[in-house]
Structure formats: C-alpha cells, structure tokens
C-alpha cells in the first residue's frame, strides 16, 4: 500500500507565496517522477511541474519563473515553492509519483487547495 500525503495548502493574497508539501510513504522499491497537477472549478486537471530522480525539473509555462519543484529522496517527499501566486493559481494541487514497487506504477495524492485572493 503506498500513500501520498499532501500538506501546505491555503488561502493567499495575490502576490504571495506557498510552499506544498507531500510526502509517500509504504512499499515503495523507488521513484523515478514525482510532480504536481493542479484543477481549477469547471477545468480539467492541468500538468504543473516534474522532477526526476537525477534532480530534472519541467514546469509548465503558466508556473514557470514563479515555482520551484524540489525533491528530498531519503524523506519519498516532493516540494513545490509557489512565489507571486495569482487568483489564476486557484485550484486543487495534487502530488503524483510514478513508483517502482516493483511495478512501475502511479500513485496520487488526495490533493490540497490553494486560494489566491485578496
């Protein structure tokens, strides 16, 4: 059983920041991608940064500049840094990682919600 738990989530003024956590955790033989996605009210779920387990990161173009995606092996956790957040960024964050156990497989976090409002 593997399980991806998420934390940092909140409500922010624009311009501010945040910093999402998630940690997985179970049998879990390694992890080659962790990385979020995020879904807005009435939109679908929109792909939001990766990083590899050589330390590789890809942001989308709408996060780009203004996030960070980081990674702490030893801990199985994935960090996302949010920086001059806007009411656009409002949406429900979930961490994802494609896990080795020994299957190669995905696993999702139960998301969390960020809020841009002043």
């Known amino acids: 059983q593997v399980q991806l738990v998420e934390s940092g989530g909140g409500l922010v003024q624009p311009g501010g920041s945040l910093r999402l956590s998630c940690a997985a955790s179970g049998s879990i033989f390694s992890i080659k991608v962790m990385g979020w996605y995020r879904q807005a009210p009435g939109k679908e779920r929109e792909w939001v940064a990766t990083?590899?387990?050589?330390?590789?990161?890809n942001y989308a173009d709408s996060v780009k500049g203004r996030s960070t995606i980081s990674r702490d092996s030893a801990k199985n956790t994935v960090y996302l840094q949010m920086n001059s957040l806007k009411p656009g960024d409002t949406a429900v964050y979930y961490c994802y990682i494609v896990a080795v156990n020994p299957s190669t497989t995905i696993y999702w976090g139960q998301g969390t919600q960020v809020t841009v409002s002043s």
């Open positions: 990083i590899t387990g050589g330390g590789t990161s």
